[in-house]
């Protein structure tokens, strides 16, 4: 009975906090394309291709994924006893969407061009210059260790200190991940929702999947960019995800395999490799509106 109602109250979570985050990003942005002009303004970018776009999608996004958590947080209390483990998880994920999505703007509104990626800013800490982007490096990695460590501390058989300091890495290296992607339309999202889909039986990958459905529309028309604010919730988000279904060895694997990501994309560029492999090429410009 115990186990039944466990399993009902997740499946309710989960179904909340997808529908909720999906109808919140997306009434968010259309929201957003109203705003002062003065507001907008300060969003307000060229893309690769020299066409202006907005990066009010990635407020957006980052608010459907907190009400998508909150949407959960409730279905979990209705269908079960509040103090239990799925309510708790589902404001854990909010905590992580707004912490990283809040880091993300920093970049996005005070950030410089000077000094980009991993190595850009270690590069500026080394010389004696603190970054936007060595402030969110710092913060993301706090941010996955409360994630990580709320987490696990709802689960019934926590996994030790140390899978909970490699699970705040992963939550931070995912949200790192995930802002590599997101040089062309839709393809950010497209590989948040590939992440996210095998894990959509908890909440922090439904709120990842439902937010990223909310607003792929403008992204894929080239219109919106999630910018650091979207990308960085959004891979936190899925990191989350995967925390709260593995334990140590899970997670070094995967922390394993988002370093490796991470060094990959400081010699290589992931546009011309996927530009160079017609099944992967097909599948990025999937849904783009022609040029």
Do not use: Y
């Not at 002009?37 to 307000?44: C, D, G, K, N, T």
């Not at 009010?56 to 994924?65: D, I, R, S």
């Not at 958590?69 to 992580?96: I, K, N, Q």
């Not at 710092?138 to 696990?152: E, F, K």
């Amino acid at each position: 009975m115990r186990s039944s109602r466990r399993a009902d109250s997740i499946s309710a979570a989960s179904l909340a906090a997808l529908l909720g985050s999906a109808t919140v990003s997306w009434a968010v942005l259309r929201l957003g394309r109203t705003a002062p002009p003065a507001l907008r303004q300060a969003w307000e970018r060229t893309n690769h291709a020299g066409d202006p776009v907005t990066l009010l999608e990635g407020p957006a996004w980052v608010g459907g994924a907190v009400a998508g958590a909150v949407a959960g947080a409730a279905a979990a209390a209705v269908a079960s006893r509040p103090t239990e483990g799925p309510s708790r998880r589902s404001m854990s994920s909010g905590f992580v969407a707004l912490a990283a999505g809040a880091l993300g703007a920093l970049d996005d509104l005070a950030g410089g061009t000077s000094d980009k990626g991993l190595k850009g800013h270690l590069g500026a800490l080394a010389r004696g210059e603190v970054t936007t982007g060595a402030v969110k490096i710092v913060g993301l990695g706090v941010t996955g260790l409360v994630g990580a460590a709320l987490s696990d501390a709802s689960r019934p058989s926590r996994p030790g200190l140390l899978a909970t300091l490699v699970g705040g890495a992963v939550v931070a290296g995912a949200a790192n991940a995930v802002n590599l992607f997101d040089l062309r339309p839709g393809r950010a999202l497209k590989v948040t929702v590939a992440a996210g889909l095998p894990l959509v039986g908890g909440v922090p990958a439904a709120a990842a999947v439902g937010s990223s459905l909310g607003v792929v529309r403008d992204d894929l028309r080239a219109t919106a960019m999630l910018g650091d604010t979207g990308a960085n919730a959004a891979g936190a988000l899925v990191g989350l995800a995967l925390v709260e279904r593995t334990g140590l060895v899970g997670r070094v694997v995967a922390l394993a395999g988002l370093a490796a990501l991470t060094l990959a994309s400081e010699r290589v560029s992931f546009t011309r490799v996927i530009e160079a492999h017609p099944a992967l090429r097909r599948l990025d410009e999937w849904g783009r509106a022609p040029r």
